[in-house]
């Protein structure tokens, strides 16, 4: 059983910056997919980036195209979103999420941390 837990969410001014980080243990080596995932107030979840662990292209929402960067450190098992120019549309809980397969739904996912982008 996989386990995630986020860390590096607050509160930041537009314009800032924030590195979440997610740590997966409980069999990760079996993990083929992560991502991130938010959810603003009032919305509905929504995808933010993901990354294979075998490498290739990252997938990522067009909101935070050339603001945020997915990666990942195999070796310790940890996933990580560098969040730039942040603004309050970026207000959400971010959520971790990992998938065994490089397709379909998401198998596993994070308790989620809050990031507040105040204005």
Request: glycine share 12%.
């Amino acid at each position: 059983q996989v386990q995630l837990v986020e860390s590096g969410g607050g509160l930041v001014q537009a314009g800032g910056s924030l590195r979440l980080s997610c740590a997966a243990s409980g069999g990760a080596s079996s993990i083929d997919t992560m991502g991130w995932w938010r959810q603003a107030p009032g919305k509905e979840r929504e995808f933010v980036a993901a990354i294979s662990w075998r490498g290739g292209p990252s997938p990522y929402a067009d909101s935070v195209k050339g603001r945020f960067t997915i990666s990942r450190d195999n070796a310790k098992n940890t996933l990580y979103l560098q969040m730039n120019s942040l603004n309050p549309d970026d207000t959400a809980v971010y959520y971790c999420a990992a998938r065994l397969l490089n397709f379909g739904a998401y198998n596993y996912w994070g308790q989620g941390t809050r990031v507040t982008v105040s204005s």
